[in-house]
């Protein structure tokens, strides 16, 4: 089992930043890909970013591509998410994602952990 904890999440205004942490636990973080999703209120649970086990390749959806960044620390078991240039559609839960087995980045059920969510709330 693997256990997922995020953290960073808050109110900020519209251009604001922040930054989502993933800590995990219970596996060799190396051997897991990680993603980040995100839900709205009353919407579908959405792709937000994915990356690899070593970190050197990564995913966005089109919507936050050039305002996000992924990344993790092997060494801390950490992923992160930095969020700039925020905007009040950001504003969901959003969630961090572990596989072991994972072949493409954006399709939510081939995670198998998740962590509780934290709330990103953008104010315009």
């Known amino acids: 089992q693997v256990q997922l904890v995020e953290s960073g999440g808050g109110l900020v205004q519209a251009g604001g930043s922040l930054r989502l942490s993933c800590a995990a636990s219970g596996r060799t973080f190396s051997t897991l890909v990680m993603g980040w999703f995100r839900q709205a209120p009353g919407k579908e649970r959405e792709f937000v970013s994915g990356i690899v086990r070593t970190g050197t390749s990564s995913y966005y959806a089109d919507s936050v591509k050039g305002r996000f960044t992924i990344s993790r620390d092997n060494a801390k078991n950490t992923m992160y998410l930095q969020m700039n240039s925020l905007k009040p559609e950001d504003t969901a839960i959003y969630y961090c994602?572990?596989?072991?087995?994972?072949?493409?980045?954006?399709?939510?059920?081939?995670?198998?952990?998740w962590g509780q969510g934290t709330q990103v709330t953008v104010s315009s």
């Open positions: 994602a572990a596989g072991g087995e994972v072949y493409s980045v954006t399709y939510a059920r081939q995670y198998d952990f």
